[in-house]
């Protein structure tokens, strides 16, 4: 009883992250169709934006402030990067989807490469707020903290994705776009803007991911938003391509199943059975590779 | 109404081309739509109509000069277009499935949707289904939110794509008093394939055929000569039914 609670609540956590990693890519393919594989570099970007304003702020402050701070700069670095990365990249290529594909690779590969030269290629280790590190006994259960802050964290974005799409013009806009861009346009509405905004704010998602991955893995390293960003596209494609409700249940369903397997069957299997998880949805429901929103 | 010399042009199409991958669809159009009344633009299935309001307002690869009130515009993005004065209905309605009437009108009009003064007075039946997603409604319904979605702008213009197509004859007749209406204050460029409709409501005609036009005047003159629209147009238009 008492594993089953931990795998439950250990698979949630990752699943948060997933959802965490995933939202942004979800929300940037169901309007612009586009498959944005520089959002592990986003990822990684904000994880050592996270790592750097830690480091650079007052040892004397507690590692829970520093961490706060450095959450804050990983959200601001991953929006103006994906600012800067729809306005000088994706923007040009509107409507070129293979170029944009073969665009958002080169630049993960040029971010990875980046970050090793300049910090290299070792993980460097993270420094992790007390609290976060310890454990509640929940039912005899002995639950890692940071998981808590994961889940809290994923909830609150999908809360506030949620209400973003549900009640403000922007989201108005942005459901509007997911179903029909060219009637936006033909509106009278600048669907462009639009782009840049969901592009940034997707960026921000991924800086939030990038940072809070960092603690889970006690580390930074160039190849971390990479790795993360393979679940994250599972996820969105089990999700439905676009919808950001189905992207939150398939982020806890791939999490557990993970966590599960790895646990049940032998460490390893939760990765192949998560990879049987995409197939069986894509054979069961081809139709989950069009987009929706909410 | 029916008078032969048109009011000055509110809008200027000149040597328009459209290409689609190899094929040349629209070669060389030209013509003016007077700034009062409804301009009927006529043809053949396929030849081009859908394609030329496209290009007036950029959704089709286009060159060749448009002005608006003697501005060009054929450089500029949709957006702009719209938003500078040409409202477009476009011809399968699209309106947004998943959104309400309210919010389909909203993307519009932020501020008043459904509860805009237009509504109440052409579209009474809109108001009490603001929250209905749009996708429920019957293709009347969505004609009438599509309608009533470019209405919520000033327009200098309005390119309205077979607005009855598919509709049952009464609602045929309910599109066209509210387009009539409309025409009093706003000038309209009107694809359309129901003849009594075009009698009814057009004042002008523009006819194109193998990508140019061919035949330019009047529109109770072109609707009363059954050879010259047989010759123009061909049997894809009807003679019959409501208007
Ligand atoms: N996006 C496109 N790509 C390629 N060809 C197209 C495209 N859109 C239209 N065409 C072609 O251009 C021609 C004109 O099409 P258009 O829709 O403008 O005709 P139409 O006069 O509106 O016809 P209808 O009376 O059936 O509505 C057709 O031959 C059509 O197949
Ligand atoms: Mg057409």
């Known amino acids: 009883m008492s594993d089953l609670l931990l795998l439950l609540v250990t698979g949630l956590g990752l699943g948060a992250l997933y959802f965490l990693a995933a939202s942004g890519l979800s929300l940037i393919y169901g309007l612009m169709g586009v498959l944005n594989f520089a959002h592990g570099v986003f990822m990684t970007a904000g ?110 974005l999908l809360a506030g994705l949620l209400a973003l799409l549900r009640y403000t013009r922007l989201g108005l806009v942005i459901r509007a776009g997911v179903e029909n861009r060219t009637m936006v346009e033909a509106l009278g509405i600048d669907v462009q803007r639009t782009f840049t905004i969901v592009f940034a704010i997707g960026g921000a998602a991924a800086g939030l991911a990038g940072v809070l991955y960092s603690q889970y893995a006690g580390a930074v390293s160039p190849g971390q938003g990479g790795s993360l960003l393979i679940y994250a596209f599972i996820v969105v494609v089990i999700g439905g391509m676009g919808s950001l409700t189905g992207t939150a249940v398939a982020a806890v369903v791939v999490g557990l199943v993970q966590q599960l397997a790895n646990y049940y069957a032998a460490s390893g299997v939760g990765d192949l059975s998560v990879v049987l998880l995409l197939a069986l949805v894509l054979l069961l429901r081809p139709s989950s590779l069009k987009g929706a929103t909410a | 109404m029916n008078d032969n010399r048109p009011a000055p042009a509110v809008l200027s199409v000149t040597d328009l081309h459209v290409h689609y991958g190899g094929s040349h669809i629209l070669q060389g159009v030209t013509f003016d739509v007077p700034a009062t009344g409804v301009t009927a633009l006529l043809g053949r299935n396929g030849v081009g109509k859908t394609t030329t309001l496209k290009a007036i307002i950029g959704l089709a690869p286009r060159s060749g000069r448009i002005t608006l009130r003697g501005n060009e515009i054929q450089t500029q993005r949709t957006s702009r277009i719209v938003r500078e004065g040409i409202g477009y209905v476009p011809e399968d309605r699209e309106v947004f499935g998943g959104l309400t009437v309210d919010e389909n009108l909203r993307l519009v009009d932020p501020d008043r949707g459904v509860e805009a003064p237009v509504v109440a007075e052409l579209f009474p039946d809109l108001v009490g289904r603001r929250d209905q997603l749009a996708g429920t409604l019957s293709g009347g319904q969505q004609q009438m939110v599509s309608l009533a979605r470019v209405l919520l702008r000033r327009n200098d213009l309005l390119l309205i794509d077979e607005p009855t197509k598919g509709l049952a004859p009464k609602l045929v007749t309910e599109v066209a008093d509210v387009l009539a209406e409309v025409a009093r204050t706003t000038p309209i460029l009107l694809v359309e394939q129901n003849l009594p409709l075009v009698r009814r409501i057009a004042d002008q005609v523009v006819v194109i055929d193998a990508g140019r036009v061919v035949h330019r005047g009047d529109a109770a003159e072109l609707v009363a000569d059954p050879a010259l629209t047989r010759e123009l147009l061909g049997v894809a238009m009807r003679r019959e039914g409501a208007a």
């Open chain 1, 47 to 156: 994880a050592y934006a996270g790592w750097l304003t830690m480091g650079d702020l007052p040892q004397s402050l507690p590692v829970g402030a520093r961490l706060a701070v450095g959450v804050v700069v990983a959200i601001a670095v991953g929006a103006v990067i994906g600012l800067v990365v729809e306005v000088v990249l994706i923007r040009p290529l509107y409507r070129h989807h293979i170029q944009q594909v073969l665009v958002t690779v080169g630049l993960s590969l040029a971010g990875v490469a980046a970050a090793q030269g300049i910090w290299g290629a070792d993980p460097r280790p993270v420094e992790t707020p007390t609290w976060m590190s310890g454990t509640t006994v929940v039912l005899g259960a002995r639950l890692p903290n940071d998981r808590f802050v994961y889940i809290a964290v994923a909830l609150l």
